[in-house]
Nanobody
Framework: QVNLVESGGGLVQAGGSLRLSCVAS????????VGWFRQTPGRDREFVAT????????NYASAVEGRFTISRDNAKNTVYLQMDNLKPEDTAVYYC???????????????WGQGTQVTVSS
């Protein structure tokens, strides 16, 4: 079983940048697609971005396309989410998870970690 731990969140002003990391342990990380999702209180987990197992195919939610970049380094068992030009509406807890398919649906993903809080002030 692959376990993923998110880090890199924080407080940033609108227009700023953050880079989130998702580090894997306990399984064959390179066999899986990885997705980033985010959630705010009272709302369902929302798709942000996904990357296939070898990093050749990525997909983004329309709300973040052009501002966020997902990438992976399988040698380091890590997936990154570079977030630029952040907006207050990007404020959420960000989660990563693994999947055998490249999907934007949370139901297609495995276990979830604790997440990392991103707060964007206006």
């Amino acid at each position: 079983q692959v376990n993923l731990v998110e880090s890199g969140g924080g407080l940033v002003q609108a227009g700023g940048s953050l880079r989130l990391s998702c580090v894997a342990s306990g399984g064959s990380f390179g066999r899986y697609s990885v997705g980033w999702f985010r959630q705010t209180p009272g709302r369902d987990r929302e798709f942000v971005a996904t990357i296939n197992k070898i990093g050749t195919r990525v997909n983004y939610a329309s709300a973040v396309e052009g501002r966020f970049t997902i990438s992976r380094d399988n040698a380091k068992n890590t997936v990154y989410l570079q977030m630029d030009n952040l907006k207050p509406e990007d404020t959420a807890v960000y989660y990563c998870s693994w999947s055998s398919v490249t999907s934007g649906a949370a139901k297609d993903y495995g276990t979830w970690g604790q997440g990392t809080q991103v707060t964007v002030s206006s």
